[in-house]
């Protein structure tokens, strides 16, 4: 009896080893294969914005030093960038240069490459081509040291080798999970994340390549934010003087003009200064990434800070026939940067405004003290938005889908959030299609003297 239980309990030990093996087997493919086109994909997006950035800039510098990363890359077969006629604008093989998509795509033999393509806002696009082989020599490698390790387990340890092969699997299969963890963050812009392909040596590969994947990402991540923020503070100036010529125009600086001049202005004026406030929150956005945000605290009156947005949006209220109201309780003096402050009714007053309807609009911003903090709230009787996508609404180009047009790039309300919390304050949304956005926000109360 003793000896039929053993052998049972044995046979079902091996069974299980098997079928665990057979699972793991699955699961290690999807995950290196499924890694491998994700990073692919990435590749292409980032050769896109390479290309991206070149047009923009005029500059094929930027270009050359992406096309000279590619092909040191030991599975990149071929790559190129095609314009919007179909014309190959850079190869890694130079002789291809100016010809056809379709010459390339006739003598290529797609089976031997794993493709991964991007497109370019402005017209064309870009295209990888991957060894294949190199993909699978990879899985297979990888896949083999895992199956030989459970199979000796099963073979040394009988009796525990349900247990090993579990332990077995953790430890091999802690690699992937990393890169999987790596391809999130990069997926949500940390591009400064490393990941380690353990004692495997194949998986070691699989991750050398992540790694430098991530590297080259942040490189031209870098290289985006630097030519954004030259870009924005080189607009600021400008536009700044467009809009005082704007205004000793309207004022009879350089001689009357009639109504209509005068409105046209008005209109032009206030799009200048939209623009200048995008770029302003464009580089507080800088500002923020980089850590160079400072807060000069002292005591601000809300109420004052209301009446400035609103004289300041006065104009383009009367305009769009928008009504602009008020309720402040006295003494709603908080504890915070005054120009910050400034920022933050210029958003939220701009933003609740755009989605007023014209004629019939209604804006309205109460500030109440309440519990050690003064609550502001911005109230538009505008179209709404929908319940999914509002806490994306605060991140940095968090427009949730189905909402206005007008709305933007989503650039302002991040700037909001963070300028909020970094003085000890919150902000949120409440909102329904029909029935208008509340924005809210509190900020710590201002002691009063001798308190």
Known sequence: MRRQFTASHLFLALFTVIVLSAILYVFQRQYVLGTFA??????????????EAALEQKDP????????????????????????????????????????????????????????????????????????????SLVQKSLAKVLLGVGSAALLATGLGLLLSFFLAARLTRPIRDLSRGTRAIGQGRFDIRVSGGTSREVQELADVFNGMAARLGELDRLKDDIFTMVTHDLRTPLASITSVIDVLRE???????????????????????????????????????GKVTYRME?????????????????????????????????????????KVDHIFTNLVSNALKHAPSEEGRVRVEVHPRDGFVEVRVIDNGPGLPEEGQDR???????????????????????????????????????????????????????????
């Open 38 to 51: 994700y990073i692919n994909q990435r590749r292409a997006a980032s050769f896109a914005s390479a290309c």
């Open 61 to 136: 510098a930027v270009l050359s030093v992406y096309m000279g990363l590619l092909r040191d890359s030991t599975d990149v077969e071929y790559a190129y960038h095609a314009d919007a006629a179909g014309v190959i604008r850079a190869h890694l093989d130079p002789s291809w240069v100016g010809r056809s998509v379709a010459d390339w795509k006739k003598q290529l033999d797609t089976g031997r490459f794993t493709v991964s393509a991007a497109a370019l806002p402005r017209g064309g696009s870009v295209e990888l081509g991957m060894q294949r082989a190199y993909a699978e």
């Open 252 to 290: 009879g600086g350089r001689g009357p003009l009639s109504p209509v001049q005068s409105d046209y202005l008005g209109i032009v004026r206030e799009n200048v200064f939209g623009l200048l406030r995008y770029v302003n929150d464009m580089l507080d956005m800088a500002k923020i990434k980089a």
């Open 299 to 339: 005591a601000v009156d809300l109420a004052a800070a209301v009446e400035r947005a609103l004289q300041l949006f006065g104009t383009l209220a009367q305009q769009k026939g928008v009504a602009l109201e008020k309720e402040i309780t006295p003494r709603s003096t908080v504890r915070a940067d005054r120009e």
């Open 393 to 451: 609404l605060f991140q940095k180009f968090g427009v949730p889908a189905g909402s206005s047009p007008v709305r933007g790039a989503g650039v302002g309300l991040f700037v909001v959030r963070t300028f909020v919390s970094a003085q000890g304050g919150r902000v949120e949304v409440d909102s329904k299609p029909g029935r208008g956005c509340v924005f809210s926000f509190t900020l710590p109360a201002a002691q009063e003297a001798g308190a």
